[in-house]
C-alpha cells in the first residue's frame, strides 16, 4: 500500500476530525467566451485525470491507517455537470458549487461543472480537493488542458511525453529521504531539532482585534474583502526588494507584522507561509499537494526602520526555507501546542504571495480569463493573499490582494479597516522606507472623524447617564 505524503496525512486527519466539509477545496473559475466544444472539453478534462494520478487518487484506510489508491482512468472519468445559469445569477450559483464537499475515501477529488449563460460564454469551474493540488499546480493543470483540448477539437488525443514520476513515487520518496525522527542522525530529526529551537516562546495564540470572544469551535465561515495599491507603489517595494537582498514576499511579510503589531498583536509576531515543497525538478510538471506551511517569526521591537524590519524577515525567511521540509503537522506533534477545535495552532495569520504558478491557457477559438471566487470559507482568523497585476497599458504592474477573515471574530467592517490601514502603511513606507513602524500613521482623517463621532455621541449618552443619576440620587 502506498503511505500518504505528509501534507496528504495532514488533511487527512482534519478530514477525520472535521466530517466531509469544503474547507479545503480550491475551485478554478475559467470565463470561456467564444466557440465552446463541450465534448472535446469533457475528453480533455478525462485526458488530464488520465495523465495526472493524483486526481484519481482516494484515501481508504485499513487498520486506521490511510493509503493512496489510484483509480483505473475508466472509474475516475469526470462528469461534465451543465448548468443553464441567468448571467445576474453567476456569483450565487458559483458559490454554491465552490462548496459542494468531496469525500476523500471513495470520491475522486476533482470535479467538473460547465455553465452556460449565453450561447457563446460558458464558465468552467473546475473544483479540486487541496489533497491532489497547490498553487503551483495550476501551470501543468491549465498548460495540460489546453493541449489535450487542441488535440480533441482536431478530433485526436494529445501527444504527451510520459510524466517522469507520479505523485505517489513522491510520496514514497519523501519518507525515505527525510529518514526516521526516532534515529538521531536523520535529516528529519535536525530540521525538527531546528524549529524546535526556532519556535521556543513563540505565543500559541495571536492577540488581534477581534470583534467579539473566540467561540470553542470554529464554523470556518469567513468572507474576503479586497484591495490594492499602485503601481508606482509596487514599483518602490521591487526596489526596496533589490536594495536590501530580499524578496517582494519579505517585504509583504515585514508590513503585515508591523500592521498586527500596531493593531495590538505585541512584538512578536507568528504567521503561516506555503512554500513549494517541489525540490525537485521532476516535480514541476506535476499535479499535486507538494506545499508546506512554515511558521515566520517577525520580531518588530524596538520600533525599528521599515527597511531594518526587512532584513529582519529576510534572515527569518532564509532560515526557514533551509529547513522546510518538515512537515507542519509533525511540527505541531513535536512541540505539542495547546490544541483546540477554535484556532489554528503555531500560528493563526496566513500570508499567500500567489506568484506560484501561471495560468496557461491557448485553446483555440475560446477567449479565458480567470475569475475570482469566494467560498465563504476560512481556514485562519486572518489570511492575506497577494498577487501581482499587470497593467494594459505596459505600466508597472499593481498590487492586488485580499483579505479574508473568520466571521466567528470579525465583523467586515473591521475587515475593512485593517485592509485600509494595510494600504495606507505600505504606501508610506514604500515612500519612505527609512521611517520607524511606529511612527507611520494609519489613520485616515475621515476615519478620524468618524471616530471623533462616534466619541462624542458616546460622550453625549454619557452626560445624559450622569444627569439622570444626579436627578434621581
Request: charged letters at 25%; hydrophobic letters at 40%.
Amino acid at each position: 500500500m502506498t503511505p500518504l505524503s505528509f501534507a496528504q496525512q495532514r488533511l487527512w486527519f482534519l478530514h477525520q476530525l472535521t466530517g466531509t466539509q469544503p474547507t479545503y477545496n480550491v475551485p478554478l473559475g475559467l470565463r470561456l467566451s467564444g466557440d465552446l466544444d463541450e465534448s472535446a472539453l469533457e475528453s480533455a478534462l478525462a485526458d488530464i485525470v488520465t495523465r495526472h494520478e493524483s486526481l484519481r487518487t482516494v484515501f481508504p484506510e485499513t487498520e486506521g491507517e490511510p493509503y493512496q489508491q489510484v483509480l483505473d482512468p475508466g472509474d475516475a472519468r469526470p462528469e461534465l455537470h451543465r448548468r443553464v445559469v441567468d448571467p445576474d445569477d453567476v456569483d450565487a450559483v458559483l458559490r454554491q458549487e465552490a462548496r459542494q464537499a468531496f469525500d476523500i475515501a471513495t470520491e475522486p477529488p476533482v470535479r467538473a461543472t460547465l455553465l452556460r449563460l449565453r450561447p457563446r460564454e460558458h464558465i468552467l469551474l473546475l473544483l479540486i480537493h487541496h489533497i491532489a493540488t497547490d498553487d503551483w499546480s495550476v501551470t501543468p493543470l491549465t498548460r495540460d488542458l489546453s493541449e489535450a483540448y487542441t488535440a480533441r477539437r482536431l478530433g485526436n488525443g494529445p501527444q504527451w511525453e510520459a510524466l517522469p514520476v507520479q505523485y505517489a513515487d513522491y510520496a514514497v520518496w519523501q519518507r525515505e529521504v527525510l529518514g526516521d525522527r526516532r534515529d538521531p542522525e536523520s535529516e528529519l530529526t535536525a530540521q525538527v531539532n531546528y524549529w524546535r529551537e526556532e519556535l521556543a516562546g513563540s505565543p500559541e495564540l495571536l492577540r488581534l482585534p477581534a470583534d467579539r470572544p473566540r467561540p470553542p469551535a470554529s464554523t470556518g465561515v469567513g468572507h474576503r474583502v479586497p484591495f490594492d495599491w499602485d503601481g508606482r507603489t509596487q514599483e518602490a517595494l521591487v526596489a526596496l526588494a533589490k536594495e536590501t537582498g530580499t524578496t517582494v514576499f519579505m517585504v509583504v511579510q515585514a508590513a503585515v507584522a508591523a500592521l498586527l503589531s500596531r493593531l495590538g498583536s505585541g512584538n512578536d509576531i507568528p504567521v503561516g507561509a506555503a512554500f513549494a515543497g517541489r525540490t525537485d525538478e521532476d516535480l514541476n510538471d506535476l499535479v499535486g499537494f507538494f506545499t508546506n506551511t512554515l511558521v515566520l517569526r517577525t520580531d518588530t521591537s524596538g520600533n525599528p526602520t521599515f527597511r531594518e524590519l526587512v532584513l529582519r524577515a529576510r534572515e527569518k525567511n532564509l532560515s526557514a526555507h533551509a529547513h522546510q521540509e518538515v512537515p507542519f503537522d509533525l511540527l505541531v506533534e513535536v512541540l505539542k501546542p495547546e490544541r483546540s477545535l477554535g484556532h489554528h495552532p503555531l500560528f493563526q495569520v496566513m500570508l499567500a504571495y500567489q506568484n506560484a504558478g501561471s495560468f496557461d491557457f491557448d485553446m483555440p477559438g475560446l477567449d479565458i480569463s480567470v475569475l475570482e471566487i469566494d467560498t465563504g470559507v476560512a481556514k485562519f482568523d486572518l489570511s492575506l493573499t497577494f498577487s501581482e497585476e499587470p497593467m494594459s497599458d505596459g505600466g508597472p504592474n499593481r498590487m492586488t490582494g485580499a483579505l479574508h477573515y473568520a466571521d466567528d471574530l470579525f465583523d467586515r467592517s473591521t475587515a475593512e479597516s485593517m485592509a485600509e490601514r494595510l494600504v495606507r502603511f505600505v504606501r508610506a513606507v514604500a515612500a519612505d522606507p527609512g521611517l520607524p513602524v511606529g511612527s507611520v500613521e494609519l489613520v485616515s482623517e475621515r476615519e478620524q472623524h468618524r471616530l471623533l463621532v462616534e466619541w462624542n455621541d458616546i460622550q453625549a449618552h454619557l452626560d445624559v447617564l450622569w444627569a439622570s443619576h444626579h436627578k434621581y440620587c
